[in-house]
């Protein structure tokens, strides 16, 4: 079981720049693929990026790639998203995930955290 705490939201604009951060709880965060989803409202929810647990192995949805990072840090239990050059469309909440294996991590996620809010004004 973990647990997934996510914070960094907030209000930007356009070309701006955000990091998230998710804190993870247990001592068995770095057996764990971490990712992000996002939900725009009236839309599916969609994936973002998921990075492996050794960090070797990172992937991106098309939408975000060039703009945005993952990284994690096993030490602190702890995983980030660095976003550029942030546009309207990346409005959405954000939610970090954890899964055992990439393939989960970029399709069905076994934890979900509760969200954070990214907004990007015009």
């Known amino acids: 079981q973990v647990q997934l705490v996510e914070s960094g939201g907030g209000l930007v604009q356009a070309g701006g720049s955000l990091r998230l951060s998710c804190a993870a709880s247990?001592?068995?965060?770095?057996?764990?693929?971490m990712g992000w989803f996002r939900q725009a409202p009236g839309k599916e929810r969609e994936f973002v990026a998921a990075i492996s647990s050794s960090s070797g192995t990172r992937y991106y949805a098309d939408s975000v790639k060039g703009r945005f990072t993952i990284s994690r840090d096993n030490a602190k239990n702890t995983v980030y998203l660095q976003m550029n050059s942030l546009k309207p469309e990346d409005t959405a909440v954000y939610y970090c995930t954890a899964a055992f294996g990439t393939v989960a991590a970029r399709s069905k996620p076994d934890y979900w955290g509760q969200g954070t809010q990214v907004t990007v004004s015009s």
């Open positions: 247990g001592r068995t965060f770095s057996r764990y693929a």
